[in-house]
Every structure is written in C-alpha cells, then in structure tokens.
C-alpha cells in the first residue's frame, strides 16, 4: 500500500498565485486532516474531514479551502498566497475506530516569496 | 490558550540517561492522549499511546494524570537514536487532534 502520498514535495509560490496541494490515501480511511508546521513548532490543525462531503475547520483555517469529494481524496487550496503561508504542510488520515494512529504523508514544503 | 503545551528543551542527554519530558493539555474533554516522534524535516510517527493507568513499551513509559491535564513521557537508557523531537497529541471527541510545539532531544555520545 502506498498509505498516504502527498504532491508536490517542494513548491515555490509568488505573493498573490494560487495552488492545490493534493492528499491521496490508498486505506478506505473516513477520517483526513491538513496540518501546517512552521519552522520550530508544533502541528497545527488546518482543515478535517470526517468522510466524503463533510469537512470542517480546525485551529488555522483562514486562507485555505477544502474539499472531500471521495473518501481517497482531501485536496489543500490555496488562493492568494501570502509570506505567512510558508510551512510545511502535513496530510494524516485514520480510520473510523480501532486505531487512532495518524497516518501521515511526506509533507510539501512550500515557500512564498 | 493553547491545547496543548510543552517545554520545548533542548534536552541534551549522555547516554545510558534517563530523560521526562512533560505536557498538560487545556481541554477537559480530551479523550486520547498521545506521544509522537518528528525526525528533521520528516513526518511524525506515532511513539506510543497514553493510557490513565499508565503504559510501558520497552525503555518508553507514559502517564496519564487526568485531574492534572497532565501527560508524561519516560525514557530509559537513551540512545543516540532516541534524538529527535517528541510531540505531545491529544485527541478530542471531535476528532480534532492537537500537537504540541515538540521537545527537543539529542542524545550525546
């Protein structure tokens, strides 16, 4: 399984442009989350989604989108970049019960400039 | 206020140390608890599981002190592969995890 893959792994964005960074997982998982990580710090919750069509906001939303319209699929938007936005940014998922391990991807880090 | 909060070192150990990190958490109604490891620039891998009467995995022990919204992590005989930075999680009923900021930790020869 390839478990949780995250695009691209690194990306460059001008203030002002706009991109999608994709999250894909392969675990029939309900549960997908979005975390930015600045420089030092901890996770922060972004944006999650408790299965296909049902997203909702977590501690840093402003500035992004999401959308969950399949169970593999829980794309990042972004669409006015701004300096701030420059973190590393962290795809999880898990399953509804059983086990509450997060499952995360690589990670995209993304600079704006 | 944060969720969560850690005292985020550096812990510089020799080995064969003991080290304890701590980490209390704000909410109440948090229902799961967790130690995470983050290695440089990688993604955080789940360490182990924190349990109200307490948990054991090889040389890594963690508390959980729920009156005191208080977590633990004990580590045993450090080794140098044991640095990295630990990352205090607790879950609540809604499915929201929240990290701390991470201790750091390196292990010295």
Not at chain 1, 5 to 27: A, E, V, Y
């Amino acid at each position: 399984n390839a478990g949780v893959t995250q695009t691209p792994k690194f990306r460059i964005l001008k203030i002002g442009q706009s991109m999608t960074l994709q999250c894909t997982q392969d675990m029939n998982h309900n549960y997908m989350y979005w975390y930015r990580q600045d420089p030092g710090m901890g996770l922060k919750l972004i944006y999650y989604s408790v299965g296909a069509g049902i997203t909702d906001k977590g501690e840093v939303p402003n500035g992004y989108n999401v959308s969950r319209s399949t169970t593999e699929d829980f794309p990042l938007r972004l669409e006015l970049a701004a300096p701030s936005q420059t973190s590393v940014y962290f795809c999880a998922s898990r399953p509804v019960r059983g086990n509450e391990k997060l499952f995360f991807g690589s990670g995209t880090q993304l600079s704006v400039l | 206020r944060k969720e969560v909060e850690q005292d985020p070192g550096p812990f510089n150990v020799p080995e064969g140390a003991t080290v304890a990190f701590n980490c209390t958490y704000s909410n109440s109604a948090s229902q799961s608890f967790f130690w995470y490891r983050q290695d440089c620039r990688k993604e955080p891998k789940l360490l182990m599981s924190v349990y109200s009467s307490g948990n054991e995995d090889g040389r890594f022990t963690a508390q959980l002190n729920r009156a005191s919204q208080y977590i633990s992590l004990l580590i045993r005989d450090s080794k140098l592969s044991d640095s990295a930075t630990y990352l205090c999680v607790a879950a609540n009923t809604g499915n929201q995890f929240y990290f701390g900021t991470g201790t750091s930790l390196t292990v010295i020869p």
